[in-house]
């Protein structure tokens, strides 16, 4: 069965700095999708970037980029000039290409520091 | 924005009591599903529906009843509520297969006493 595993229950970063989340995943298929969600204390569920496996180049939205690694099962997310609303929970998800389900990591939550 | 909406958003109930939340949705999206999220477990599917009364069970599913009779409601029901039910509850969309993000709706706040 396919995991999904955010090692870093919270992390902090202060604002205008880069952080790095970190998540790996295991699988035994080829195609799949990977993505990062955002949750805000809101609590509203917001996709913040999707990476298709097929692709050898990293997505990237704006501030928001990642680093995959195929290979290594290994998908992190890089925020650059972290601002005060980048503050929330962050979740890692997985999704097989033939499967109807996404898979969620326990998620990291990031602070921002002023 | 995708076009989601929950109901009721807030809810606290007794233990054994039953619950329906519902799923609305204006997207005509044929993929529909329910999760709940609780502390240092992220996000577990307990429900889906792929397409008006077919459905199919999730991680944690024990517990939960879901129904589907229309493309754009999808109802959980808790039919006799625990509190180990207590959580909050997503419900998300997502057009078809072929679009492999979901999108969620506002969350429901949950509470067995």
């Known amino acids: 069965a396919q995991t999904v595993t955010q090692s870093q229950p919270e992390m902090s970063v202060q604002e205008a700095e880069t952080v790095t989340l970190s998540c790996t995943y295991d699988t035994s298929e080829s195609d799949y999708y990977l993505f990062w969600y955002k949750q805000p204390p809101s609590r509203q569920m917001i996709l913040v970037i999707r990476q298709e496996a097929y692709k050898q180049q990293n997505a990237t939205e704006n501030r928001f980029s990642v680093n995959f690694q195929k290979a290594a099962k290994s998908f992190s997310l890089k925020i650059s000039d972290s601002q005060l609303g980048d503050a929330a929970m962050y979740f890692c998800?997985?999704?097989?290409?033939?499967?109807?389900?996404?898979?969620f990591g326990k998620g990291t939550r990031l602070h921002i520091l002023p | 924005d995708a076009g989601i909406t929950q109901s009721p958003r807030h809810k606290v109930t007794e233990t054994g009591t039953p619950v329906t939340l519902r799923c609305h949705q204006t997207?005509?999206?044929?993929?529909m599903y329910w999760y709940r999220q609780d502390p240092g477990h992220g996000l577990r599917l307990i429900h889906y529906s792929y397409g008006v009364k077919d459905t199919d069970k999730g991680e944690v599913s024990d517990g939960y009843s879901v129904s589907r009779s229309k493309t754009e409601d999808f109802l959980l029901t808790l039919e006799s509520a625990t509190s180990s039910q207590t959580s909050v509850y997503f419900c998300a969309i997502s057009p078809s297969v072929k679009v492999h993000e979901q999108f969620f709706g506002p969350g429901t706040r949950l509470t067995v006493l």
């Open positions: 998800a997985y999704r097989s290409d033939w499967d109807d389900k996404i898979i």
């Open positions: 997207e005509n999206h044929r993929y």
